[in-house]
């Protein structure tokens, strides 16, 4: 793997970037059960508007090929959360198996871009758009997007925002929604 991180601040960030590439495989051997390459691309960046507004950016890539054996279910792409498609359910968002548990992707890219504003004192607001494509090949498959809108409310700690978020698909916005809190920025 490799990092490079030129944020101003860790915990509660107003300008710069970052970047990170992961590389992960395996040969089929006694000590591997499959024959895989995986590899993981993600960015951000943060752009100072005007008065404590801030546009920001973060993208991630995901590809993995299997080209024997078998992998664990925890090596495949998940989306959905927090930290991904805020109009779902952690891990939520593609097919499930017959007892509704995610069966995850080979390939993933999402993208999410925030607008944040000042609302008084403290409290911050969030306006964004998540957007995640994912698929069973080494590449996403584009046809099967899903685009997601929504808001959310920060509030300024010595620790980082405490935040809520809701968000909504826009294919779907009154069945498939979902509200999720957390502490710090997203990226």
């Known amino acids: 793997g490799w990092a490079r991180d030129e944020r101003d601040n860790l915990l509660n960030p107003t300008s710069g970037y970052f970047v990170n590439a992961e590389i ?3 040969l089929l051997s006694p000590l591997s059960d499959a024959s895989y390459a995986k ?4 960015g951000g960046y943060i752009l100072p508007l005007f008065k404590s507004n801030y546009l920001a950016m973060k993208a991630t890539f995901g590809s993995l090929n299997l080209y024997e054996g078998s992998i664990p279910p925890s090596y495949r792409f998940y989306a959905g959360g ?3 498609n805020r109009a779902y359910s952690y891990r939520r968002l593609g097919q499930n198996d017959g007892d509704s548990n995610p069966v ?3 390939s993933l890219l999402e993208a999410t871009v925030e607008y944040r504003f000042p ?3 403290e ?3 969030v306006a964004f758009s998540d957007n995640t494509a994912i698929g069973n090949k080494i590449i996403p498959e584009y046809s099967d997007t899903y685009n997601s809108v929504g ?6 700690t010595p620790i980082g925002p405490i935040a ?4 909504a698909d826009l294919a779907n916005p009154r069945r498939q929604y979902a509200f999720s809190f957390h502490i710090g920025e997203l990226f």
């Open 119 to 121: 609302i008084y004192g």
């Open 123 to 125: 409290i911050r607001g």
């Open 39 to 42: 590899l993981t691309l993600s």
């Open 82 to 84: 927090t930290y991904s």
């Open 151 to 156: 808001l959310g409310l920060r509030y300024n």
């Open 24 to 26: 992960a495989g395996s």
């Open 104 to 106: 995850g992707f080979n």
């Open 164 to 167: 809520l978020d809701f968000g």
